[in-house]
């Protein structure tokens, strides 16, 4: 439960945002927050925010910046895909019911099942990552309250295999199983995770609540540590792919082949890069001359989980769109 000073030193410490701080009372007074109650919440808001009309959740007034809550429902979609996907490769089922409820359409997951690994690294990897990615479900469902997005529907199974085409990971008309085999399990996750990274660090600057903030910056951490890992075991490994259906001569070239067709998705600068830089070096951390990582806006980031260089409001893994505010890939 909250107490009192809690509610105090969350609102007062950090919520810059009157929209959320807003949406932060609303809450209280609905769900009842231990022994503080909306009487008590009042109080502690400043009287410009006291004053202003309160707007219905998943709505923007015109002209007015996208809200904390809308930042984070967008990142909450992100962990939905990335935990159903490897939740699925370790435990042979995704999210639990407690999960995945919340508001706008909720939706199914199409495919996945449990990866038989052949190294044990490698599925030690997986599992921790699982149990992040799930972890993070539960805590931006938290963070949101009754505002948080329901998990919309996913597909993990044509998504990878158009993917995989388009990149000339396996000849056209022929399936891309992410879940197969440790390689092909390896090459997916290398889909997703830099995609993460470049999200909530393209997602930082539209977050106003300190709070929030610093959630965010936790979770790309965490994200950049799962990218790292992937990239990593991407270059030590060893082996052809011949005899795994796919096209090229060793994992490091498909990671490439995925940076690339991750790039004609998200606009003309040239942001991505494989797992070798162009002197045949390791390249573990995608970074600028600087060593900064870049960034991704939610628009560059839906037109690659929506499989288009397009505007589009949903496709590829999220066949009938995200739920909640931000919901748009790029027109590039």
């Known amino acids: 439960m909250f107490g009192k000073r809690y509610a105090a030193s969350m609102i007062n410490r950090s919520a810059e945002n009157e929209q959320d701080r807003r949406r932060f009372l609303h809450a209280a007074g609905m769900t009842g927050l231990g022994v503080v109650g909306a009487g008590a919440l009042n109080g502690l808001v400043t009287p410009a925010a006291a004053a202003a009309p309160a707007q219905q959740a998943g709505r923007q007034a015109p002209g007015a910046e996208v809200s904390d809550a809308a930042v984070l429902n967008f990142a909450l979609n992100l962990e939905y895909l990335e935990a159903e996907f490897y939740l699925y490769a370790t435990t042979g089922k995704g999210l639990p019911d407690s999960l995945v409820g919340g508001t706008g359409t909720p939706g199914g997951v199409t495919g996945g099942k449990a990866v038989r690994f052949k190294t044990k690294a490698a599925r030690q990897y997986a599992q921790e990552i699982a149990g992040d990615e799930k972890a993070h479900v539960a805590f931006l469902r938290t963070a949101l309250g009754s505002a948080a997005v329901s998990r919309p529907a996913i597909d993990l199974q044509s998504s990878f295999t158009a993917a995989a085409q ?18 092909n399990f390896l090459l997916a996750a290398f889909l997703f995770e830099d995609v993460g990274v470049t999200a909530y660090k393209g997602a930082a600057p539209l ?117 909640g505010e931000v919901n748009t890939s790029a027109a590039n």
């Open 207 to 323: 977050i106003t609540n300190k709070t929030y903030l610093e959630a965010a910056a936790g979770i790309l951490a965490v994200e950049a540590y799962h990218a790292a890992n992937i990239r990593t075991a991407l270059y030590e490994h060893r082996g052809g792919l011949l005899d795994l259906g796919l096209l090229g001569r060793d994992l490091k070239e498909a990671a490439g082949k995925l940076s690339n067709a991750r790039d004609s998705l998200d606009g003309a600068t040239d942001l991505d890069q494989g797992v070798v830089d162009g002197k045949g070096q390791a390249n573990i951390v995608p970074a600028d001359a600087n060593g900064v990582a870049f960034s991704r806006s939610p628009g560059q980031v839906l037109n690659i989980v929506y499989l288009t260089n397009k505007a589009a409001t949903s496709g590829g893994f999220f066949p009938k769109g995200v739920n």
């Open 166 to 183: 388009a990149a000339g990971l396996v000849k056209p008309g022929k399936p891309f199983d992410p879940f197969g085999c440790e390689e």
